[in-house]
């Protein structure tokens, strides 16, 4: 386990100030899981009990996607955020013919051998596309897709606010456009937001968690490198936890 107490001592870069993180309410925010429910079990117990939030990323890489899914859909009491994995997921079940290589080629061999089905390459046919969509669809079952398709893209508390790749630092948080909460955008890991408040997000890999410049990153690269991390936030106090 690792832990580290974040620093705000870091100069903002010009034309921002940023003041500590502020919540009006504790919680913990935990970073890709990509198919690794082991190491989401584990980071799970070590939290203290409270509020949990997750942002997204959950299925592809990692052999335990179908796990992951249905352990965050049995717990009500975990708000989950929708990733750009999620989406390619949900893209593959409705066109697999038009979206389905460039999931495939991404870990969604991986999900799908989770839930049982095999069979294809990045350079499957169609029809055997279109084959193993119905297949998969039978096996995750009609409530857990509209699960996926139901979560949402962003939260908010305090000056915190929640996403799974990014935020257009020139819109407010509440307006953001979906496609750039779950795949990014181009200025918002070099243009600080002005209006005070703090992104967490995941989806781009780091060694350790960062916390600067209005931007708290917390994708440790959990299919890859065995570590998930959460950051915890109580006040204006965050730490973060690692597996």
């Given at each position: 386990?690792?832990?580290?107490?974040?620093?705000?001592?870091?100069?903002?870069?010009?034309?921002?100030?940023?003041e500590a993180p502020s919540t009006p309410r504790a919680f913990a925010a935990i970073g890709d899981i990509h198919g690794r429910a082991d190491l989401l079990e584990k980071l799970l117990a070590q939290l203290d009990p409270g509020l949990v939030v997750c942002v997204g990323d959950y299925v592809d890489?990692?052999?335990?996607?179908?796990?992951v899914l249905r352990l965050l859909r049995a717990r009500p009491d975990i708000i989950c955020l929708k990733g750009n994995?999620?989406?390619?997921?949900?893209?593959?079940?409705?066109?697999?013919?038009?979206h389905g290589r460039r999931w495939l080629r991404n870990g969604g061999l991986q999900t799908m051998a989770s839930f049982g089905v095999?069979?294809?390459?990045?350079?499957?046919?169609?029809?055997?596309?279109?084959?193993?969509?119905?297949?998969?669809?039978?096996?995750?079952?009609?409530?857990?897709?509209?699960?996926i398709?139901?979560?949402?893209?962003?939260?908010?508390?305090?000056t915190v606010g929640v996403v799974h790749a990014g935020a257009d630092p020139a819109r407010p948080f509440e307006s953001q456009p979906a496609?750039?909460?779950?795949?990014?955008?181009?200025?918002?890991?070099?243009?600080?937001?002005?209006?005070?408040?703090?992104?967490?997000?995941?989806h781009t890999i780091v060694d350790t968690p960062r916390m600067e410049n209005g931007r708290i990153a917390i994708d440790t690269g959990a299919y890859a490198t065995g570590?998930?991390?959460?950051?915890?936030?109580?006040?204006?106090?965050?730490?973060?936890?690692?597996?």
């Open positions: 386990m690792k832990f580290l107490k974040s620093l705000f001592a870091r100069a903002p870069q010009a034309g921002a100030v940023f890489r990692g052999d335990q996607s179908a796990e994995h999620e989406e390619m997921l949900l893209d593959f079940l409705a066109r697999p013919e038009t095999a069979g294809l390459t990045e350079t499957s046919r169609d029809d055997h596309l279109l084959a193993a969509r119905d297949r998969l669809a039978g096996a995750m079952g009609e409530d857990l897709v509209a699960w398709a139901d979560l949402p893209s962003s939260w908010l508390s305090g496609d750039i909460l779950h795949w990014g955008h181009a200025d918002f890991l070099a243009t600080p937001r002005r209006d005070g408040i703090w992104i967490v997000h995941g570590r998930l991390t959460a950051a915890i936030f109580r006040d204006a106090d965050v730490s973060f936890q690692t597996t």
